[in-house]
């Protein structure tokens, strides 16, 4: 035969017997921009997926020779990111907050009593609950106070907590129902008074006092809000959550839900701070699925700096001879340290002024004793005193921040704190200079639940409409690169997940998403227009546009 002939079927034979033995998978994604988050901070165009997790990346032409998808996704050029996780949020909270008023972007005192009126025609419970309120989007800048309310609602409680959850407005219906009076004292709380009276205002941990006398929603409603809060979260390229301070009937529920099939978010749990738990929970030890890490416990060591009750070692700037205060006294949070000093748990902790700051990071020192990789963390951590920082490197603890707080507060973080202290507030780059890594998270409710607007104010420090000019204290924005990481592998690794997500990489699980806009190389103004086109949580596909 001619030698001609036979070199044409030597390649017709390569050919089709490469095409026959291609590896059949599940999935082959390919042209695509895929940021991989890997330790090169590396691009790929294709991965292929097996059994919900990656078994390769690389070039179209490598992933296309060696597999063959039961489903082959063609991205068309787009930009594939790894799935978002909010290092800092209250999931299961938003969800059960579906019931009560939306009170978000309320301008005046007013539109909030209309809104609460109209509301409690249709409320499915007796109780008109409401949340989301800030003054300082007002006119008059001042806490509210009751007698509107007790006017309109005699005879039904009325309970509106303020957006950042550490300060609410009940009436007097709802005062009596938890026997709030002038008398009532309260350790980490308040009750405002005037002219010797309650205004209605509580503060922190005074809250707990209405919260404990309102009847929880069923679980059959629990369970549709949840379902609803998910797919919101899908919709913006979530595939898993931080979820901080929940009880343990809440895991139960959550748990039941994920192995139902229900609910497909990937959930990292802390522990709600309750004494029941520490000794029954250390003895059992952390509890691990495929969607479920019950792997921390949150506590709270001071208030929120828009309600004054951040502990801080000065006055406040607006209200001379107030500090806040700690919400429990410190022999508490060193019973829990070195309680679980000797564990695989983490001791998360809210610490927003810089004496609550302070306090909790001494306290942590103490326990750890020097380097360890507990990832014990300090969630928030926005004013910390300059002598305080260097112990988040010194003692590997890990700043868990919020970029939005930074861009909600600025319109008047100067006057509660004054021209020195604002400088070392929401310093994310100097957290971050710490350990060299950082989690990132949005605090919804709190906060807005869209992941692009965190991109958009860990990189830009502006809001939405492009204010100030220059960004708030711009040189601790982070880079593009550094706020993907904390928002995928580094907000992985703040849960001891991050060998099996986080990073679009071989044996990892494949939780990926599809954007329109290449978050790394746009004008930063088109960071807030990106939508997500699908979703997928190991390999499945859990929404589409």
């Known amino acids: 035969m001619p030698l001609k002939k036979l070199l044409v079927y030597a390649v017709v034979a390569t050919t089709f017997f490469s095409c026959k033995f291609r590896q059949k998978i599940s999935l082959v994604v390919h042209h695509a921009k895929i940021y991989t988050a890997d330790a090169d901070f590396s691009v790929a165009e294709a991965m292929a997926i097996r059994d919900g997790k990656i078994i390769a990346v690389g070039t179209n032409d490598d992933i296309l020779k060696e597999y063959e998808g039961e489903e082959e996704l063609n991205a068309g050029g787009k930009t594939i990111f790894p799935g978002f996780i909010d290092a800092h949020c209250h999931f299961t909270g938003y969800a059960t907050d579906l019931w009560k008023c939306d009170l978000v972007g309320t301008s005046s005192f007013d539109e909030i009593v209309a809104k609460i009126t109209a509301y409690s025609k249709t409320a499915p419970m007796q109780w008109l609950y409401g949340r989301g309120w800030d003054q300082n989007d007002w006119e008059i800048k001042e806490f509210p106070s009751k007698e509107k309310l007790d006017t309109l609602f005699p005879d039904r409680p009325v309970f509106l907590k303020r957006i950042d959850g550490h300060a609410a407005l009940a009436n007097q219906k709802a005062l009596d129902l938890a026997a709030i009076t002038a008398a009532t ?21 005074a809250m707990d006092l209405v919260e404990n006398v309102i009847p929880p929603i069923s679980d059959s409603l629990a369970k549709k809000y949840l379902s609803e809060a998910q797919m919101t979260c899908f919709a913006l390229g979530l595939t898993g959550v931080h979820d901080c301070g929940i009880s343990e009937h809440t895991v139960d529920l959550v748990d039941a839900e994920q192995k139902a099939g229900h ?36 506590l709270y060591g001071d208030g929120a700096l828009g309600s004054r009750g951040a502990c801080l070692l000065q006055d406040y700037t607006d209200k001379p001879g107030w500090k806040g205060f700690l919400l429990s006294d410190p022999k508490h949070f060193r019973e829990v340290a070195a309680k679980l000093a000797n564990t695989k748990f983490q001791m998360c902790t809210h610490a927003i002024g810089d004496s609550g700051n302070r306090e909790i990071l001494k306290i942590y020192a103490a326990a750890l004793k020097g380097k360890n990789d507990k990832r014990w963390r300090i969630e928030h951590a926005q004013v910390v005193d300059s002598a305080d920082i260097t112990l988040f490197g010194n003692y590997n603890i890990i700043p868990s921040v919020q970029p939005t707080h930074a861009t909600s507060d600025m319109y008047w973080a100067d006057k509660r704190l004054g021209p ?23 605090d919804f409710p709190v906060e807005d639940i869209s992941p692009f607007k965190t991109f958009f104010a860990a990189v830009a420090r502006q809001d939405s409409k492009g204010f100030p000019d220059g960004g708030f204290q711009v040189e601790n924005a982070l880079s593009r690169e550094n706020t993907l990481r904390g928002m995928t592998i580094w907000a992985a690794k703040a849960a001891f997940e991050e060998k099996e997500k986080g990073s679009l990489e071989k044996g990892k699980a494949a939780d990926f998403i599809i954007v329109d806009t290449d978050l790394m190389q746009c004008e930063a103004k088109d960071i807030l227009k990106a939508v997500v086109n699908q979703t997928y949580i190991n390999g499945k596909l859990v929404f589409k546009k």
């Open 185 to 205: 004292t309260i350790t980490g709380g308040s009750v405002e008074l005037k002219n010797g009276k309650p205004t209605g205002i509580l503060i922190d941990n």
């Open 263 to 298: 609910l497909k978010m990937k959930i990292y749990a802390m522990l709600t701070d309750s004494a029941q738990y520490y000794d029954k929970w250390i003895a059992k030890g952390i509890y691990k699925t495929d969607l479920l890490n019950v792997g921390g416990f949150k």
């Open 420 to 442: 020195v202290r604002i400088k070392h507030a929401y310093a994310y780059e100097e957290l971050l200079r710490q350990n060299g890594w950082m989690p990132l998270g949005t």
